[in-house]
């Protein structure tokens, strides 16, 4: 059974910086694409970033363009979400995901993984 761990969250104030990262554990699995979402209090979960291994290439929500930065080790099933200049709106559970069947729906939603992470607290304060 593959697990997805993430650590790294907590208390910010806003401006601050955060990094948050995930770790598959269990037995080795390869994954097409990993990706972060998030869900704030009584919102719907919603895509924040995700990587594609394949040339490396990286997704955006609009709302942490050029806030945040999503990297990783395709090889040790690893991925980062780097966060700065953070709001209060940033405030959320974050999620890890890992999509491991190469599946062909839109990397922006939730439909394209099938491993999810139990989340990590981040709030900022203002």
């Known amino acids: 059974q593959v697990q997805l761990v993430e650590s790294g969250g907590g208390l910010v104030q806003a401006g601050g910086s955060l990094r948050l990262s995930c770790a598959a554990s269990?037995?080795?699995?390869?994954?097409?694409?990993m990706g972060w979402f998030r869900q704030a209090p009584g919102k719907e979960r919603e895509f924040v970033a995700a990587?594609?291994?394949?040339?490396?290439?990286?997704y955006y929500a609009d709302s942490v363009k050029g806030r945040v930065t999503i990297s990783g080790d395709n090889a040790k099933n690893t991925v980062y979400l780097q966060m700065n200049s953070l709001k209060p709106e940033d405030t959320a559970v974050y999620y890890c995901?890992?999509?491991?069947?190469?599946?062909?729906?839109?990397?922006?939603?939730?439909?394209?993984?099938?491993?999810w992470g139990q989340g990590t607290q981040v709030t900022v304060s203002s």
């Open positions: 990587i594609r291994w394949t040339r490396g290439i990286t």
């Open positions: 995901a890992a999509d491991t069947t190469n599946n062909p729906a839109l990397i922006q939603t939730m439909g394209r993984y099938d491993h």
């Open positions: 269990g037995r080795t699995f390869s994954s097409y694409a």
